[in-house]
């Protein structure tokens, strides 16, 4: 094309005719451009990796290492499905918008009855610590001297941040306590950065109640943790390397704080059950070993018998 443009030129200097050489130089400069902008919009269409609205025109190499377009109707097929992807990327955004919204509407909704059960739940004793202990991921993390602190737990609340998807706050209230000052412990989640991270209240403890640094023994048959790693809840608490994924915080808000009566009321009914089973299981045992014992006394005891009649016949006839 620019030995085209430049042909053009000396073509038009040659014939000595302004207008001629304005047409030449025009038409050529023309042809160029077009070649430019097709080449930019096929750019478009290749390149640009990771945009789904520019995934159009994908290029597969052969064997001699040369570029091949798809053919016609493949290209359109893809151009038709991109364009359908797109749509539908629109509507999940749209839908994620329109669902935040619920939420916060609901959240709102929820918060005076959370408050009114916040108020029946001082009236229970050691409701949350027996929450806690009851349910079946949190207790493992749980040594005696901490299940003693928690004893004096009397208020569990979370506090999501107003767009929801952005963090939300872990927030435990201790009345006065042998373990430390505090009266709220906060544990802080930000998940709307590129690195989420978490932060926890310093938590200020009397002397030589230290619990992180104090070893205790676990509670007979409970192992240390979900990773079998040596971590107890307060090392939990003041753990803030893995904001991300901290499966102990998902658990408090999105399993024991919607309903913890569900865990408070375990051991009640499982002890029942596992009682009940234990004497049926037992009993049947006792059972088959009497009838066990019983038959073969009589079969024994019936054997005695008959061989003893069987003599005595035999003696009257004999006489």
Request: charged share 35%.
């Amino acid at each position: 094309l620019l030995l085209r443009v430049g042909r053009s030129v000396i073509l038009a200097s040659l014939l000595d005719d302004t207008r001629l050489n304005a047409c030449l130089f025009s038409c050529e400069l023309n042809v160029l451009f077009s070649f430019i902008l097709s080449f930019n919009i096929s750019s478009n269409m290749s390149a640009a990796p990771g945009s789904p609205a520019r995934k159009t025109r994908k290029l597969d190499v052969d064997d001699d290492g040369d570029d091949v377009n798809y053919p016609n109707i493949t290209q359109k097929a893809l151009e038709e499905i991109d364009n359908c992807q797109n749509e539908i990327d629109a509507l999940n955004e749209k839908a994620s918008e329109e669902i935040l919204k619920v939420e916060q509407k609901y959240n709102k909704l929820r918060k005076p009855h959370f408050e009114r059960r916040d108020e029946l739940i001082k009236k229970v004793p050691h409701f949350w610590v027996s929450a806690f202990v009851n349910h079946p991921q949190i207790a493992p993390i749980l040594d005696e001297d901490e299940e003693e602190c928690l004893h004096h737990l009397t208020k569990l609340e979370v506090e999501e941040c107003e767009d929801i998807k952005s963090g939300y706050r872990l927030k435990f209230y201790f009345e006065e306590n042998p373990f430390f000052e505090n009266d709220v412990l906060i544990k802080e989640f930000q998940l709307g950065r590129i690195d989420p991270v978490s932060t926890s209240t310093e938590i200020k403890w009397k002397e030589n109640m230290n619990l992180t640094k104090i070893a205790h023994p676990m509670q007979k048959g409970k192992k240390r943790s979900l990773d079998n790693e040596p971590r107890t809840f307060f090392g939990w608490f003041l753990d803030n390397a893995d904001a991300s994924s901290d499966e102990i915080a998902e658990i408090i808000k999105d399993d024991i704080w919607p309903n913890p009566l569900q865990y408070y009321l375990i051991p009640e009914s499982d002890m029942n059950d596992n009682a009940e089973g234990d004497s049926y299981s037992d009993g049947e045992e006792t059972d088959d070993q009497v009838v066990l014992v019983d038959n073969n006394s009589e079969e024994e005891g019936e054997g005695d018998n008959y061989d003893e009649d069987e003599e005595e016949e035999e003696e009257e006839d004999d006489g």
